[in-house]
T-cell receptor, first 111, second 114 residues
Framework: QQQVKQSPQSLIVQKGGISIINCAYE??????FPWYQQFPGKGPALLIA?????SEKKEGRFTISFNKSAKQFSLHIMDSQPGDSATYFC??????????FGTGTSLTVIP | NAGVMQNPRHLVRRRGQEARLRCSPV?????VYWYRQLPEEGLKFMVY????????ESGMPKERFSAEFPKEGPSILRIQQVVRGDSAAYFC????????????FGQGTRLTVV
C-alpha cells in the first residue's frame, strides 16, 4: 500500500515557469513532510520541509503548500531554471521514524 | 548529506555471492536508516538501527538480508546469496537521535547482480 502518492510522474516546464508537484497521504499521524531533490547518481538531498501546523513554507524559489484537511501537500518551484532539472520526492514521517516516499517526479526545465 | 559516507559506490556481484554495503553516518549521529531504490521508483524503507540495536526492520526481506550498526564502525547491510532482483541502489541515511526529523542521505551503493 502506497502511503504517499505523488503526481505527476514527469513534468516539463519552460525556464522561468512554475513547477508544481503534488502529494497526498493517508496516515493522519504523519507529522513531518519533507521534499527531497535527487540528481542522477546522487543521493536525495533535503530541499524543504513542513509540519502540519503550518499551511505554507517558503524558502527562496521553493514553496510548500499544505492542506491538512485534504491530506495533501505540494511543492511549487517559482522561476524554474534548467539547474532545477532533477527528480523530486515527497515524503512523510511520524515522530522521526522511517520516511514513506512518493514515487518521484522527474522534472525537466527547458531553456 | 555530504557527511554520510557509503562504500562502495558501485558493487558487482555474481548470483549466489554475498554483498556487503557500508554506511558511516554523520559524525555524532547514532541512528541509521537503510532504503532501497529500484529504477524509476521511490525509496523503500528497509531497516532502522540505533547503535547495537535494530529499532524497526519491517521493510527487510525475511531471508538473505541482515543489517547491523555496531558500537564501533560503520553500519553494514548484508545480502547473502544475491539474486538479480537485488540489483538496486541502496541508500543510507542518518539522524542524530530518535525523533529527529531531518535525515541526511549518503550517495548510495549501486548493486548490480550478474
Amino acid at each position: 500500500q502506497q502511503q504517499v502518492k505523488q503526481s505527476p510522474q514527469s513534468l516539463i516546464v519552460q525556464k522561468g515557469g512554475i513547477s508544481i508537484i503534488n502529494c497526498a497521504y493517508e496516515n493522519t499521524a504523519f507529522d513531518y513532510f519533507p521534499w527531497y531533490q535527487q540528481f542522477p547518481g546522487k543521493g536525495p538531498a533535503l530541499l524543504i520541509a513542513i509540519r502540519p501546523d503550518v499551511s505554507e513554507k517558503k524558502e527562496g524559489r521553493f514553496t510548500i503548500s499544505f492542506n491538512k484537511s485534504a491530506k495533501q501537500f505540494s511543492l511549487h518551484i517559482m522561476d524554474s531554471q534548467p539547474g532545477d532539472s532533477a527528480t523530486y520526492f515527497c515524503a512523510a514521517s511520524r515522530a522521526g521514524n522511517q520516511f514513506y516516499f512518493g514515487t518521484g517526479t522527474s522534472l525537466t526545465v527547458i531553456p | 548529506n555530504a557527511g554520510v559516507m557509503q562504500n562502495p559506490r558501485h558493487l558487482v556481484r555474481r548470483r549466489g555471492q554475498e554483498a556487503r554495503l557500508r554506511c558511516s553516518p554523520v559524525k555524532g549521529h547514532s541512528h541509521v536508516y537503510w532504503y532501497r531504490q529500484l529504477p524509476e521508483e521511490g525509496l523503500k524503507f528497509m531497516v532502522y538501527l540505533q547503535k547495537e540495536n535494530i529499532i524497526d526492520e519491517s521493510g527487510m526481506p525475511k531471508e538473505r538480508f541482515s543489517a547491523e550498526f555496531p558500537k564501533e564502525g560503520p553500519s553494514i547491510l548484508r545480502i547473502q546469496q544475491v539474486v538479480r532482483g537485488d540489483s538496486a541502489a541502496y541508500f543510507c541515511a542518518s539522524s542524530p537521535h530518535h525523533g529527529a526529523t531531518e535525515a541526511f542521505f549518503g550517495q548510495g551503493t549501486r548493486l548490480t547482480v550478474v
